[in-house]
């Protein structure tokens, strides 16, 4: 029998810096906190532009548009 396949759960939060999701997780006892605290969070470069259209695709595929 072959062994699954890992799964992996891709959380894209839009239009927020780093230091508003960080205030609010100091807060949060919520599901959000919860996927950080077993899971790998970091900060990543965008893309230039940096708007949500370019840079999703790159985070994906990790090649430049």
Do not use: C, F, H, W
Not at 37 to 63: C, D, F, H, R
């Amino acid at each position: 029998m072959a062994k699954p396949k890992s799964k992996l759960l891709l959380v894209v939060i839009d239009g927020a810096t780093s230091s508003i999701i960080d205030s609010y997780l100091k807060k949060d006892k919520g599901y959000l906190r919860t996927i950080i605290e077993n899971g790998y969070y970091g900060k990543l470069k965008s893309t230039i532009p940096s708007q949500t259209l370019p840079a999703v695709p790159v985070l994906y595929t990790g090649k430049n548009q």
